[in-house]
Nanobody, 118 residues
Framework: QVQLVESGGGLVQPGGSLRLSCAAS????????MGWFRQAPGKERDFVAA????????KYADSVKGRFTISRDNAKKMAWLQMNSLSLEDTGVYYC???????????WGPGTQVSVSS
């Protein structure tokens, strides 16, 4: 059974930083791409970033390019999302997900809340 658990969310002021973590268990983590998504209040869940199984390829939504960095450590079964220069528009629940490398995500964590407010 695949389990993903996010942590690291919280309240931060505009311009601040947060680092989200995603801990995986119950599967061969190293075989799968990982992604981060977010859902703002009243909106649909949107793609934020993704990283290939070996960490060599990353992809970002235009809205976070240059501010967010996705990374992973297969030995630790962990993925991270470093978020810098946060703005009010980055508020939402952030989810990590396991993907097949083709844009399909089958397993999701419960999410962690990120609130950007002055």
């Amino acid at each position: 059974q695949v389990q993903l658990v996010e942590s690291g969310g919280g309240l931060v002021q505009p311009g601040g930083s947060l680092r989200l973590s995603c801990a995986a268990s119950g599967h061969t983590f190293a075989s799968y791409a990982m992604g981060w998504f977010r859902q703002a209040p009243g909106k649909e869940r949107d793609f934020v970033a993704a990283i290939s199984w070996n960490g060599r390829t990353t992809k970002y939504a235009d809205s976070v390019k240059g501010r967010f960095t996705i990374s992973r450590d297969n030995a630790k079964k962990m993925a991270w999302l470093q978020m810098n220069s946060l703005s009010l528009e980055d508020t939402g629940v952030y989810y990590c997900a396991q993907g097949d490398g083709m844009g399909n995500y089958n397993y999701w964590g419960p999410g962690t809340q990120v609130s950007v407010s002055s």
